[in-house]
């Protein structure tokens, strides 16, 4: 079910359930795990296959997303250290079969990747495909600094539109939104009580 909107920015499209603050009373149990697992697999920006650096530092936890310059895809391992990627917390996969399942979907992930914006960082429109099972939801959780998220169609060129992800908030995309475009504008530099940045977690189903 979709919480009243609290923050005048509503949208509505088929698949997608906004969830706004649902993570907010876990935000010092996910912070503390999200820095259990940068201890072992510290955030790094990834090269992208045309040889750029990714401005948002990412880090995984259970079966990860790594890009380089031979493609993008999911791993076991943390290509760094050579170890597999920390294990799943238990609060993270407790929050996202919440989420999901306030969603409608009986959904348990495998992997989470981690994101983590500074002011300045940004992520480009694309789709979320290399997950094998599209049936599968996405579960999104956004901590720290708001962020405006964009969500398009299914063709790269679709108009999309703009909604303010802020802390707490999770977003859950199954169904007709499992593959459309969606990107993040410019992080605006801001205070929060978790520091001055964003994290994002997606939870997936990968394999
Ligand atoms: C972000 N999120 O919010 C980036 N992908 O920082 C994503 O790219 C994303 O939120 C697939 C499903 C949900 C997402
Ligand atoms: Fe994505």
Redesign the pocket.
């Known amino acids: 079910m979709t919480q009243p909107d609290l923050f005048g920015d509503s949208f509505a499209r088929d698949g997608v359930t906004v969830l706004r603050r649902f993570a907010e009373s876990d935000d010092v149990a996910l912070v503390a795990a999200i820095d259990a697992i940068a201890a072992e697999a510290p955030f790094r920006r990834m090269t992208v296959p045309g040889g750029g650096q990714m401005s ?1 530092a990412m880090t995984n936890a259970g079966v990860g997303w790594v890009t380089d310059a031979q493609g993008y895809r999911y791993s076991g391992e943390d290509p760094v250290s050579g170890k597999l990627w920390p294990d799943l917390p238990p609060v993270f996969v407790d929050l996202a079969q919440r989420a999901a399942a306030e969603a409608g979907f009986d959904f348990t992930p495998d992997g989470c990747l981690i ?1 983590l ?1 500074a002011p300045g960082a940004r ?1 480009g429109l ?1 789709q ?1 495909r290399n997950e094998r099972d599209f049936s599968a939801p ?3 959780v ?1 901590l720290g600094l708001p ?1 405006r ?1 964009q969500f398009g169609g299914l063709r790269r060129s679709d108009p999309v539109e703009t909604l303010v ?1 802020h802390h707490g908030d999770v ?1 859950v ?1 199954g169904g007709p939104a499992r593959k459309a475009f ?3 504008l410019t992080l605006k530099p801001g205070h929060h009580a978790i520091g001055g940045h ?1 994290y ?1 977690l ?1 939870f997936r189903k990968a394999l």
Do not use: P
């Open positions: 948002v994101n914006y992520m694309h979320d996405i579960v999104s956004s962020a998220f992800l977003v995309w969606h990107g993040v964003r994002n997606t």
